[in-house]
């Protein structure tokens, strides 16, 4: 049964009651981000790249606030191509700075990035292999390639702030 098979009262009802409880109950945010990156999997053909370092994972290497926000850098790899991310914050907002490298020079041509988050999604083109995305909500977010309207890869899902 779908929402088209019942009666026009039944669905006044039942949005009736879906904002009783989006107010006494909402969902929490987490789950909805979580939710986000699960349904990101129906794109099971793109690559997705590994996470190969974290300056953040370092014990000697702390986040340190700045006058320009607190960042880390992380790199993403599938074979001859990464993405390094200087991803920074401050405040509610992020700035996401990056760099796709290819040694094999066949992706970087005529290739877009795509920021996804839960609320956002915007794509640049690439200008010297290189990409910025500002006022970049909290949160997750992951950075997707593509080439020809075709998602070539993607990394995992990383926290802005």
Same mark, same amino acid.
């Given at each position: ?33 979580? !939710?986000? %990156?699960?349904? +990101?999997?129906?794109? #099971?053909?793109? =690559?997705?790249?590994? @996470? &190969?370092?974290?300056?953040?994972? !370092?014990? %000697?290497?702390? +986040?340190?606030?700045? #006058?320009?926000? =607190?960042?880390?850098? @992380? &790199? ?20 996401? @700075? ?64």
């Amino acid at each position: 049964m779908t929402t088209q098979d019942l009666h026009p009262d039944d669905l006044a009802l039942l949005e009736r009651l879906g904002a009783i409880v989006g107010i006494v109950d909402p969902v929490p945010p987490d789950v909805i981000e979580l !939710g986000r %990156a699960a349904f +990101a999997l129906h794109h #099971a053909d793109t =690559t997705v790249m590994t @996470l &190969v370092a974290d300056a953040m994972a !370092g014990a %000697a290497l702390r +986040a340190t606030p700045s #006058a320009r926000g =607190t960042s880390h850098l @992380l &790199v993403f790899e599938h074979g001859p191509v990464s993405i390094e991310l200087d991803v920074t914050w401050r405040r509610d907002f992020g700035r996401i @700075l990056g760099v796709l490298t290819d040694a094999s020079g066949s992706l970087t041509e005529g290739a877009h990035v795509t920021l996804e988050t839960r609320t956002v999604t915007r794509t640049v083109d690439l200008e010297d292999d290189r990409f910025t995305f500002d006022r970049v909500p909290l949160g997750l977010a992951r950075v997707v390639v593509e080439q020809s309207g075709e998602r070539i890869m993607s990394t995992t899902w990383f926290d802005v702030g």
